[in-house]
Each structure stands twice: as C-alpha cells, then as structure tokens.
C-alpha cells in the first residue's frame, strides 16, 4: 500500500502564496503520476494539476493556469504545488493523489489508486 504524506496547508490572504508538499514511497515515486485535487464545501472533487511520471506532461484545470505549478523533485520523492496569487474562490480541502503509470488523460478521469489525507487552505478576502 502507497501512503501519500501531505502538508503545506493553512491560512493566507489574497494575491498571497503557499507551496503544497507530498511525498511518497521512493520506490514507486518514479512510476507515479501525481496530481493535485480540491475540494469545496458542497462541491465535487476535483483535479486541479497533475504531473506524469516521467514528467513529460502537466495539466492544470482553466482556473489556476498562470497561478498554480504542479513540480517534483525526485531526490526527495516529493511533489509540490505552488500556489501564487491565490483568490478567496481557491479555499478548499486539497488532495494529493496518484496513479500507477496513468496518463494524464487517465489522470483527468479517475479514480486514482492512492490519496494523501488531505489538507485545508484557507484564503481570506
């Protein structure tokens, strides 16, 4: 079983920063395509950035283009999500998630084979 570890989550004003970390098991990280998914109160889940393994491809939902970059670092096992000038709308509980060799067209489906637990960002307006 592939446990994904997150942190990086909190409380920052708008047109404020955050970077969001998970790390995974270096043993599989290679394999993984990981992405980035969010959630909202009374809204669905959904993808917000990926990175395939290998990383040859990303993909970034309309609405965080230019704001947010999905990068790993492989030393570390870790990737990340910059999050730059964030708006109120981007508040929600975030999500790492991977697939074993998925594409990033797989990806932008689901479901996903592993999680991470979960962290919440809060922008105040």
């Known amino acids: 079983q592939v446990q994904l570890v997150e942190s990086g989550g909190g409380l920052v004003q708008a047109g404020g920063s955050l970077r969001l970390s998970c790390a995974a098991p270096g043993r599989f990280f290679s394999m993984l395509t990981m992405g980035w998914l969010r959630q909202a109160p009374g809204k669905e889940r959904d993808l917000v950035a990926a990175i395939s393994y290998g990383d040859r491809s990303t993909y970034y939902r309309d609405s965080v283009k230019g704001r947010f970059t999905i990068f790993r670092n492989h030393a570390e096992n870790t990737v990340y999500l910059q999050m730059n000038s964030l708006k109120p709308e981007d508040t929600a509980i975030y999500y790492c998630?991977?697939?074993?060799?998925?594409?990033?067209?797989?990806?932008?489906?689901?479901?996903?084979?592993?999680w991470g637990q979960g962290t919440q960002v809060t922008v105040s307006s």
């Open positions: 998630a991977a697939g074993f060799g998925y594409s990033i067209a797989r990806m932008v489906e689901g479901p996903y084979d592993y």
